[in-house]
T-cell receptor
């Protein structure tokens, strides 16, 4: 059974719209993360959460908002989508800060 | 701002050969290091971690760390076609927001 679930697998959106990327982990981890991967930036750290609290935010734009409704959930809301947001978004989790991070399968977003 | 650079960008080795991947980092406070591997269409998966100077061997994989030289490497012995993937070096100072900085990756192709 997959331990980190990301939904949907693929997502096509129009410029200006809003989408939510879902992430659930069943590894019992306390820390969760979002990363973005594109041709321009192979694997770019976006956010880290620990015990549902924001630890670090490296995303310049407020259009990206993580949402944690439960300890094992960390969704990513993206508003006012732009073609430049097209990328694969990976969710990851770890026990604590220095622990190995485990990645989900990713959501591939295409903004037209 | 931590900078993590990997070389070479791409590498072709014959099956059974040795692959050597290099990584340099800029923050002398870096404490934790990982090598990740990503096959096409999947999320990155941790291969191994190394936290102390010297060599660490796990099967066909050997990581080497020299913190004073700001350098970490990965050597893959007896390379197999299934080792063909994108390899990332990941570095963390272990403080603050659990941020892990990934290098730009080395694409390894093992030719049968």
């Amino acid at each position: 059974d997959p331990k980190i679930i990301q939904k949907p697998k693929y997502l096509v959106a129009v410029t200006g719209s809003e989408k939510i990327l879902i992430c659930e982990q069943y590894l019992g981890h306390n820390a969760m993360y979002w990363y973005r991967q594109s041709a321009k930036k192979p694997l770019e750290f976006m956010f880290s959460y620990s015990y549902q609290k924001l630890m670090d935010n490296q995303t310049a734009s407020s259009r990206f908002q993580p949402q944690s409704s439960k300890k094992n959930h960390l969704d990513l809301q993206i508003t006012a989508l732009k073609p430049d947001d097209s990328a694969t978004y990976f969710c990851a989790s770890s026990g604590q800060g220095a622990d190995t991070q485990y990645f989900g399968p990713g959501t591939r977003l295409l903004v037209l | 701002q931590q900078k993590v650079q990997q070389s070479p960008e791409s590498l072709i080795v014959p099956e059974g050969g040795m692959a050597s991947l290099n990584c340099t980092f800029s923050d002398r406070n870096s404490q934790y290091f990982w090598w990740y591997r990503q096959h096409s269409g999947e999320g990155p998966k941790a291969l191994m971690s190394i936290f102390s100077n010297g060599d660490k061997k796990e099967g066909r994989f050997t990581a080497h760390l020299n913190k004073a030289s700001l350098y970490v490497s990965l050597h893959i012995k007896d390379s197999q076609p299934s080792d063909s993937a994108l390899y990332f070096c990941a570095v963390s100072s272990g403080t603050g927001g659990y941020k892990v900085v990934f290098g730009s990756g080395t694409r390894l192709l093992v030719s049968p």
